[in-house]
Each structure stands twice: as structure tokens, then as C-alpha cells.
């Protein structure tokens, strides 16, 4: 699976941004599909999942302001962000993986993208 990240800049605080993830290689609906970010000098952290029956699930960080969704049709999976919030910068990642989202939130994934930079100015 090969995953390509996409849609990363700068936004305004309390402004709204919104990824792409597209997956090829391997059959897309089937797999479970997420997103961590880091920001500088942290660990890589768990954001959202969505798994292949479009099942969510949400870090309580982003509950909210966050909302995952996928389209089949394109193998690519969004996560839409709201009220974008100063010092919110952070590279976010797109995992794949054979997987439920509980376990993807837990210990990550098989399959990896590159990363998005996503930086949030006052």
C-alpha cells in the first residue's frame, strides 16, 4: 500500500483545513484508515480512524473539530479540521492497515505515508 499525503499549509487560527490521503496498491475499502499528527519536539499521537465499514473513531483532543470520512471510489481518506488553534502546527501522517481503529490508535499501523506539514498563525 502506498499512501500519499496532500492539502498541508498554513491556516489562520480558528480557520478550517482539510487533508487528503490517497491510498493505492492494495484494496483500499477493505483496509482501516487513520491519522496522528506531531508537532515539534512531541511524539507522534493518535487523531482519527475510520475503519472499512465507515466506522469512526476520535481522539478526545479533536472530538469536535475533527471529522474523518472516506471516499471508496477515490481510495482517499479526509479529515476535515475546524477551529485550527495557535501552536496547533504538526506533520500528520496517514496510516493504513489490516486493523481495527482501537488497535490503530494504540500501536499504529503496517503501512505509512509521508506526512503533511499543517502550521496554525495567529
Known amino acids: 500500500v502506498q499512501l500519499v499525503e496532500s492539502g498541508g499549509g498554513l491556516v489562520q487560527a480558528g480557520g478550517s483545513l482539510r487533508l487528503s490521503c490517497a491510498a493505492s496498491g492494495r484494496t483500499f475499502s477493505t483496509y482501516t484508515m487513520g491519522w496522528f499528527r506531531q508537532a515539534p519536539g512531541k511524539e507522534r499521537e493518535f487523531v482519527a480512524a475510520?475503519?472499512?465499514?465507515?466506522?469512526?473513531y476520535y481522539a478526545d483532543s479533536v472530538k469536535g473539530r475533527l471529522t474523518i470520512s472516506k471516499d471508496n471510489g477515490k481510495n482517499t481518506v479526509y479529515p476535515q479540521m475546524n477551529s485550527l488553534k495557535v501552536g496547533g502546527a504538526a506533520v500528520y501522517f496517514c496510516?493504513?492497515?489490516?486493523?481495527?481503529?482501537?488497535?490503530?490508535?494504540?500501536?499504529?499501523?503496517?503501512?505509512w505515508g509521508q506526512g503533511a506539514q499543517v502550521s496554525v498563525s495567529s
Open positions: 475510520i475503519g472499512w465499514t465507515s466506522s469512526t
Open positions: 496510516p493504513a492497515g489490516r486493523t481495527s481503529s482501537q488497535a490503530m490508535a494504540a500501536i499504529g499501523a503496517e503501512y
